[in-house]
């Protein structure tokens, strides 16, 4: 245990789009509400996270990304919380289902240019990518991306094998949210969640609330991993920790009820309400661990895959 009764170091997210009612997303977010949000998590035992973007136009990331870094200069509680950002589009499947709750009209090809124009906003701290491989020039965008240290997931695609393979052999090494983003019905044996998941290159992500994936679903899918190839994350929006109501996720309005599920008008599930103490205690309820090594899952783990070193 260390000083703050905590088995091991400190917790860490790496996909984190807003937590107790702050939207990270939101082009009026100020100081304060940051600061708030990143008290919060640091209560729930983080001492980390990828702050997460998800798809909009290019300029409207770009300027949510200055504003943030300009908070991330003058709070260091702040800066020494968010150890970068990942990025969940805009280079995501359009196609309906797999986009989820992204919105379409903002999704395009990779490009070297808009990565580079996004970075610079981002003061070189982008850290983390999720893309859909089947876009038009994504090897090379792959390969140029990992060269230059950053880590490449697969999500929200319908990449058939030999996409994948591609992804793969330009570096990409993840599966963000796997069994998530895809059509609520897919062909029973010929789909992205079969081949991905049994891709022994990637590692894959999940959301262990119960309702991204069903217990068993999740025991079934941890089960199909080598060891060392599983990571967790409460891919948390800004109704996580806070109560049902109305939120957002920049323009998208998200509804949560009782049920604590979040559901963009259509149905869509829209990020999740999963806080990350809670997603430790049910990692080790649903797969059958001691809560050290649960803890571990979002700590030691996701830190040593991304680099980053954390505090105890």
Known sequence: MNSIGYPSNGLFDFQINGFRGVDFQSETLALAELRYAIDQLEREGLTGIFLTLITASEDRLCRQFE????????DPVIADLVKGYHLEGPWLSP?????????????????????????????????????AP??????????????HGLHVSLGHTDASEAEIDDAI??????????????P????????????????DELTACFIPDGIHLLPFVLKNFFR???????????DAMAAAGAP???????????????????????????????????????????????????WNLWSEAPAKAFGIELRS
């Open 95 to 131: 196609k309906s289902g797999y986009r989820g709750a992204h919105p379409p009209g903002s999704m395009r090809a990779p490009t070297l240019d808009a990565y580079d124009r996004l970075q610079n906003a981002a003061g070189g701290n982008i850290r983390l990518i999720t893309l």
């Open 134 to 147: 089947e876009w038009p020039g994504s090897p090379e965008f792959i390969a140029s991306v990992c060269r």
């Open 224 to 234: 199909a991993k080598p060891a060392g190839k599983v990571l967790f994350t409460t």
């Open 169 to 182: 052999r330009a570096g990409a090494r993840y599966c963000t949210h796997l069994g998530n983003g895809v």
């Open 184 to 199: 609520l019905t897919l062909a029973r044996h010929d789909n992205v969640i079969q081949r991905l998941l049994a891709r």
């Open 244 to 294: 049902e109501g109305q939120y957002t996720i920049g323009a998208l309005s998200v509804r949560v009820g009782a049920d604590r599920v979040a559901r963009e008008p259509g149905g869509q599930f829209a990020g999740s309400t999963l806080t990350p103490s809670a997603g430790v205690a049910l990692t080790a309820r649903y797969l059958d661990l001691d809560y050290a090594s649960a």
């Open 67 to 74: 504003r943030i870094e300009a908070m991330r200069a003058s």
